[in-house]
Every structure is written in C-alpha cells, then in structure tokens.
C-alpha cells in the first residue's frame, strides 16, 4: 500500500507526523498494516527562533525586524563583488560560522531596538528541531510518500482505508 501526502502550506510537520504513524503501527495500533516506511529523512538540524511578540511590541519592534535581522546576521547580504581577472566573488557579510552555529552566541547576538539594542534573548527562545534533509515535490506540490504492508487477514481495501484514516487524523 503507498500514499502520497501534499502539504504545501507546512513544511516538518507532516513529516513528524508520518514517524508517529509508522511508531504506533510498528506498536500494533494500527493492525491493518506493518512495516511502514515513510520517504521522509527527519535528519536536518535547524535552529527555530520563537519571537516572543508582546515582548517585542513593548520594545516597539515587529516581529518581522526581529526575522529580518536573524536572517541577515546568519545568511548574510552580499555587500558588493570582488574580481579577480576574469573570476568574480560575492563579498557577503555575516556572522563568522561558529558564532552562527552556535545557540548561544545566537542568543547573546544584539537585535537593534527603535530604544536601543536587547539581546536576542530577550525577544525570542531558540530551540532545537528536525526538518526534512530532502523536500521531495510531485505537481509542483511538496510530497511525502508512505508505504506499508497489508497484516496478514486483512484486505487491501481495509488496509488503505486504515492508512488515510490515520494520516487524516494527523
């Protein structure tokens, strides 16, 4: 049995939601099927930054700016270009690659305030996650693809059914 889920608004969240699939029907709880392997590589590590947004209103900053910034001090601005003969460079400024790797460091970066600067701390929590290492699009569509065995004593058509019924629920 294969299923295919498209989800283009959500980008981690089906994918979680498909590993809890395949845990509770390896733990029995879903006896129409067995062995479910989801195309879904949960092993890219990122960093989420939650913008506390009452926090930042007092401090009269939309939490877009607070984005905005986090994003330039990680993936940089290209402030101009170098050439080298016929070779040409980007000159992209952004923090150094410890310091953007680093939880801390991200915390303890500065986050210009219309009052003056606050830590990122003080705006946001950083927190550890898991995102696809691989997006895999059919259509155009974002796609991950689920396939699992029928239990020995059950049909096909029961089996699917069982499948899009728990993937409905997730």
Do not use: C, Y
Request: glycine share 10%; no cysteine.
């Amino acid at each position: 049995v294969g299923a295919r889920v498209f989800d283009a608004k959500q980008r981690a969240r089906p994918g979680r939601a498909i590993a809890q699939i395949g845990d509770e029907v390896s733990a029995g709880q879903a006896p129409d099927a067995r062995a479910v392997v989801s195309g879904v590589d949960l092993s890219a590590p990122e960093l989420h930054v939650d913008v506390d947004r009452e926090q930042a209103a007092r401090l009269g900053l939309p939490a877009g700016a607070i984005g905005l910034q986090v994003r330039l001090a990680t993936q940089g601005e290209v402030a101009g270009k170098l050439r080298e003969g016929r070779r040409e460079s980007e000159i992209r400024v952004r923090l150094a690659g410890e310091d953007r790797e680093s939880r801390g460091a991200l915390a303890a970066m500065w986050i210009a305030t219309p009052n003056g600067p606050v830590a990122l701390s003080q705006v946001a929590t950083l927190r550890e996650a898991t995102s696809p290492a691989v997006i895999e699009h059919e259509r155009r569509e974002r796609k991950i693809s689920v396939w699992a065995q029928i239990a020995p004593g059950h049909d096909l058509g029961s089996g699917v059914a069982a499948l899009h019924a728990k993937l409905d629920g997730h």
